[in-house]
C-alpha cells in the first residue's frame, strides 16, 4: 500500500504504482466525465498505446475498471471484464476516495472479488480523488 505522503508525487509514477509496463494492452472501462485524465495519460504514456474502450475484442493485460457507489452490481461487472483479461492479467478497480461522492465501501469490493474467484493484492493512491484495488486471478497452485 502506497502510504499517505506518497500521493503527492504527481501523477507521473501513478503508472508505476498500477505495474503499468511499456507495450502492455490496457483497457478502460466505466469511463466518465469525473475520471483523472492526468492518471489516464501517464498510463498511456507508460503502456505506450491508447487505452482501449469498453468494446475492444483483444485480450488484455490490465483492466482499468472506474467504479463508483451507483453503477451498478460490482460482481457482475468483475466477471464481465475478466472475459479478455489475459491469464497473468490483473484488474484495477479505481474508485473515488472516501467521502467524496461516488465513494465505495472497501468491503463491497472484497466481497464482489471474492464473489468472482479473484484476489485482492494491492491497494494505492491514484491521485488526490482517486484510489485503486488491484484484483488478480486466485492462484491455482496449492500452497504449502
Same mark, same amino acid.
Given at each position: 500500500m502506497v502510504?499517505?505522503?506518497? @500521493?503527492?508525487?504527481? *501523477?507521473? +509514477?501513478? @503508472?508505476?504504482?498500477? +505495474?503499468?509496463?511499456? *507495450?502492455?494492452?490496457?483497457? *478502460?472501462?466505466?469511463?466518465?466525465?469525473?475520471? +483523472?485524465?492526468?492518471?489516464?495519460?501517464?498510463?498511456?504514456?507508460?503502456?505506450?498505446?491508447?487505452? %482501449?474502450?469498453?468494446? @475492444?475484442?483483444?485480450?488484455?493485460?490490465?483492466? %482499468?475498471?472506474?467504479?463508483?457507489?451507483?453503477?451498478?452490481?460490482?460482481?457482475?461487472t468483475l466477471l464481465d471484464v475478466m472475459t479478455p483479461l489475459s491469464d497473468e492479467g490483473v484488474i484495477w478497480v479505481l474508485t473515488p476516495k472516501t467521502g467524496r461522492d461516488g465513494s465505495v465501501d472497501p468491503a463491497d469490493i472484497t466481497e464482489a472479488a471474492s464473489t468472482a474467484n479473484l484476489a485482492q493484492t494491492a491497494n494505492v493512491t491514484v491521485s488526490d480523488g482517486w484510489k485503486g484495488t488491484r484484483l488478480a486471478y486466485r492462484s491455482t497452485k496449492a500452497k504449502r
Open positions: 502510504a499517505a505522503g506518497d @500521493a503527492g508525487k504527481g *501523477e507521473a +509514477d501513478v @503508472a508505476e504504482r498500477l +505495474d503499468i509496463e511499456p *507495450e502492455m494492452v490496457v483497457q *478502460e472501462i466505466g469511463w466518465d466525465e469525473d475520471v +483523472d485524465d492526468d492518471v489516464r495519460a501517464a498510463i498511456e504514456e507508460r503502456c505506450g498505446s491508447d487505452l %482501449l474502450d469498453e468494446d @475492444a475484442d483483444e485480450v488484455v493485460d490490465v483492466v %482499468l475498471l472506474w467504479w463508483r457507489e451507483d453503477d451498478g452490481d460490482l460482481t457482475d
